[in-house]
Nanobody, 114 residues
Framework: QVQLVESGGGLVQAGGSLRLSCAAS????????MAWYRQAPGKEREFVAR????????NYADSVKGRFSISRDNAKNAVYLQMTSLKPEDTAIYYC???????WGQGTQVTVSS
């Protein structure tokens, strides 16, 4: 059983940057693709980014492409989301996910002020 804990959220001004971390425990995540999702108030949870198990391939939602970067460190059993040029519409709770196991963290709040 994999447990996921997100951190790194906070309040930032538009144009600023944040780096989210997802720490996994329980078992190694090195064999799993990993993903980030987000859910804004009153909206459905939406896909943000995904990275393959070996970190070779990534893909992003159109809304964050060119601004966000997903990475991983399998030695640390962790996944990251570097967010730059943040916009107010990026405000949401951000969740780490193991797609193949439908495993979710508790989320970390990101608030971008205009």
């Amino acid at each position: 059983q994999v447990q996921l804990v997100e951190s790194g959220g906070g309040l930032v001004q538009a144009g600023g940057s944040l780096r989210l971390s997802c720490a996994a425990s329980g078992r190694a995540i090195s064999i799993y693709d990993m993903a980030w999702y987000r859910q804004a108030p009153g909206k459905e949870r939406e896909f943000v980014a995904r990275i393959t198990w070996n970190g070779v391939s990534t893909n992003y939602a159109d809304s964050v492409k060119g601004r966000f970067s997903i990475s991983r460190d399998n030695a640390k059993n962790a996944v990251y989301l570097q967010m730059t040029s943040l916009k107010p519409e990026d405000t949401a709770i951000y969740y780490c996910n193991v797609p193949s196991r439908n495993t979710w963290g508790q989320g970390t709040q990101v608030t971008v002020s205009s």
